[in-house]
């Protein structure tokens, strides 16, 4: 199936700010692609494009002083199943992980795990290992948090939304990564495109947040907030937490002025002149209303 997917970013700086941006499609995303994936300034200016060690496609700019726009458009093709369900499949012994899973064994910067361990043990001691038990974590975390943008804020851990039982995507994927690194389950963070497709309308397009939990010799997609498994998913970035894959790491400061996301599936069958057709055309999508700045 074939998916429209973009942005238009506006921010505006005090002054030159160098930026670092995840906001471009994952190396491991192969489908093929028509239109533009990677970020684009207007005005122009340089780019620098790099893997970062999550193999994340990462770009670094020099914002100057005033405005400046960021956006991307494409069309990609991607799998039209929903996300992966296995129920056998089984925990792995930690003697037994792959090297390469083990940092995401530990407790990172919003995922405390370590703090979360007695309350991981009580919820979860119980529950079989395998699936089972990140199913089971996951039914907890999509039950106790109430999802809400005013619940957001960039020094919320896992613990904090523990307790407060509130949060947005990213606190839903980092509380369920907290108890399953709690539970000797490797769990890392994940983020990009999921439209509404095959489910109601959800409201204005966003980037959203998920997870990823290495069971019976693989890595399976678990997403707490919406709790089923969905079609449609282009991943942008992976790592231990949102700390490792922030949309935008500015060294110095800037205010967001407008923020636009699209994730519209592209129906029928169309041919390559049916698609370019689409991109020359405006990209549906809502803007999220912004909160007005300090």
Known sequence: ????????ITINSVADTVLILALSPHSSVLG??????AVQAD????????????????????APAGQLKLWSDCIIEVDARPDVFDWTAEQHDVGDLPPETLQFLTASRYCDSDALAPKALELFGDTPPGWARVQAICNHVHNHLTFGYGFGRPTKTASDAQREKTGVCRDFAHLSIAFCRAMN??????????GDVGVPYSGAGDFCAWFEAYLGGRWYTFDARYNTPRIGRVLMVRGRDAADGAMITSFGKYDLKAFQVWTDEVTGTPDDTALHKILASRPEG?????????
């Not at 093929?32 to 994936?37: L, N, Q």
């Not at 122009?44 to 700019?61: I, V």
């Not at 389950?185 to 999921?194: E, M, Q, T």
């Open 286 to 294: 809502e803007a999220l209303t912004l909160a007005p700045s300090d």
């Open 185 to 194: 389950i490797p769990a890392r963070y994940a983020s990009g495109y999921l």
């Open 32 to 37: 093929r692609t028509i239109g533009t994936c």
């Open 1 to 8: 199936m074939f998916i429209r997917i973009g942005y238009e």
């Open 43 to 62: 005005p122009d200016l340089p780019l620098e494009t790099f893997l970062d060690p999550f193999d994340n496609r990462r770009t670094r700019l020099r």
